[in-house]
């Protein structure tokens, strides 16, 4: 499974960005998106599992963030709305080692495909 993250950039404070993750293969795994800014330990943002049924957000992104999955285009998104400083950071897609896992897994050892992480830069 090859991920390939998108959809980064610069944008100022209260703007909004959407970050997509591409497969290459089936829609049918879990993704989880995570970031990591300097100096911090990479932490999970949200996660969706393979059906869209099940979703999680951090707590500093709920109300704020959305994810979301267009298994048509092996696509998952990650729309982020009311952007702060805070959220500055290199945004990583990944995924688990087998599809179909209709629980959501929230630490990265769980998780065995990575995307190449896209930076997400907010200004104050």
């Known amino acids: 499974v090859q991920l390939q993250a998108s959809g980064g950039g610069l944008v100022q404070a209260g703007g909004s960005l959407r970050l997509s993750c591409a497969s290459s293969t089936s829609s049918n795994y879990a993704v989880g998106w995570f970031r990591q800014a300097p100096g911090k330990e990479r932490e999970l943002v949200a996660a969706i599992n393979w059906s869209g049924e099940t979703i999680y957000y951090a707590d500093p992104v709920k109300g704020r963030f959305t994810i979301s999955r267009d298994n048509a285009k092996n696509t998952v998104h990650l729309q982020m709305n009311s952007l702060k400083p805070e959220d500055t950071a290199v945004y990583y897609c990944?995924?688990?080692?087998?599809?179909?896992?209709?629980?959501?897994?929230?630490?990265?050892?769980?998780?065995?495909?990575w995307g190449q992480g896209t930076q997400v830069t907010v200004s104050s």
């Open positions: 990944a995924a688990p080692q087998y599809p179909y896992y209709s629980a959501l897994m929230r630490k990265e050892y769980e998780y065995t495909y």
